[in-house]
């Protein structure tokens, strides 16, 4: 965000006051901010915040007795118009080309990209005609940024949040600022467990968590990456905000998945802990209990990364993981060899923070030339970075 001018509209709304916290986020970021504000949207947050917060003068009115605000220089001046909290009331004008202030003003005249972050009780953002504006909005070609669930200034709990300053920053770096090598690079993320049913109320399964996975997704997503997660099933509680979330059962299903995307992918990362085997017979009805023991007759299931190592095509970057409990070294250069990969990530049972359930992971990456890079026991969201890190500097630096 170094150096980049954004031009911040604030409306009338409670969500107002975290305005004040979205302009501290992109000063630091090194962005400009100047700050226009309906009059209304006074009575929410103070000027004075601000214009401290921005180090610049905050701007409401089209006149004052001395001077006239040059509305459309302000809509020049911006590489970004961003309004947060959009307000029912400004949205409906926006949408009708209404021009009663300067906010308004600068908007109509504005020719940089504008977005929004709308804010709204959940009765009035379900409402047939703030949808119609917010069509209208996007149709005119403005940015939305999605409204978020959770508790209301009503007291009510719903949709209608706006959304955090964090998720708007990061919306801003993704769609308008960002540099990276990643940007528009088609990636496919596989994570969690597969499970493979014996009936139709059990199944074999294990403990992944798919936490390393959405960590990786994320990490991709956040540097322009058009990310696709093809997801086992998980506790995991998460929104896939932008993400393309492709959720699957079965090692089968997985499969399936994985061939129909790899074709158009750049950088694909296994992370899922696929189930090696799968029972031959998975019965219709429950499995009764009866006298003396069960046998249940498994399968191999097919294995994913050995068959994208078979169609990878010049360009294409594979990676996978691989969980060990011994002889992790020669595991992980086997699986490179075997399954075509250009990495593998070994992450070892025996250190302590590493592999299922934990919110850490110590990692180790093998390179096919032979290049090991060794990593500490960080969180899954850095081991994440680590993991992209790495694959940028090998290929696309
Ligand atoms: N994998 C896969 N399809 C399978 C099994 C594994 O794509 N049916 C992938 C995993 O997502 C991981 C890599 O292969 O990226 C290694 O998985 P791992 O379970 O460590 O190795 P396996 O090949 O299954 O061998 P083993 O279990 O004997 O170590």
Known sequence: ???????????????????????RMLVKAGAEVKVIMTPSAKDFVSPLTLSTLSRNPVLIDLFDEQSWANHVMLGRWADVMLIAPLSCNTLAKMANGQCDNLLLAVYLSATCPVVVAP??????????????????????????????????????????????????????????????????????????PTYEPLDPV?????????????????ELYSRGADVTLIMGPTQLAFSANGINLVNVTTADEM??????????????????????????????EKIKKKEGSLNVEL??????L?????KKKKGQILVGFALETNNEEAYANQKLKEKNADLIVLNSLNDTGAGFGYDTN???????????????????S????????????????
């Open 362 to 380: 110590k990692i180790t990456i093998f390179e096919k030339g032979g290049k090991v890079y060794k990593f500490e026991t960080k969180s899954k």
């Open 299 to 304: 399968t191999k299931t097919k294995d994913i």
């Open 202 to 218: 059990r199944f074999i399964g294990n403990h992944s968590s798919g936490k390393m996975g959405l960590a990786i997704a994320k």
């Open 382 to 397: 850095e081991v994440a970075k680590d993991i992209i890190d790495t694959i940028t500097q090998l290929y696309y630096a």
């Open 306 to 310: 050995k068959a994208l190592g078979e």
């Open 255 to 284: 499969y399936s998945a994985c061939i129909d995307k790899f074709k158009e992918a750049d950088i694909t990362i296994m992370s899922a802990a696929v189930a090696d085997y799968t029972p031959i017979n998975k019965a219709d």
């Open 1 to 23: 965000m170094q150096g980049k001018k954004i031009l911040l509209g604030i409306t009338g709304s409670i969500a107002a006051y975290k305005s004040a916290y979205l302009i």
């Open 119 to 192: 804010a709204m009780d959940e009765d009035m953002w379900h409402h047939p005609a703030t949808k119609i504006n917010i069509d209208i909005l996007a149709s005119f070609g403005n940015h939305i940024i999605p409204v978020e669930k959770g508790d209301l200034a009503s007291g009510l709990h719903g949709d209608g949040r706006m959304a955090e300053p964090e998720t708007i920053l990061k919306y801003l770096e993704a769609n308008f600022f960002l540099t990276s090598k990643l940007k528009g690079k088609k990636a496919i993320v596989t994570a969690g």
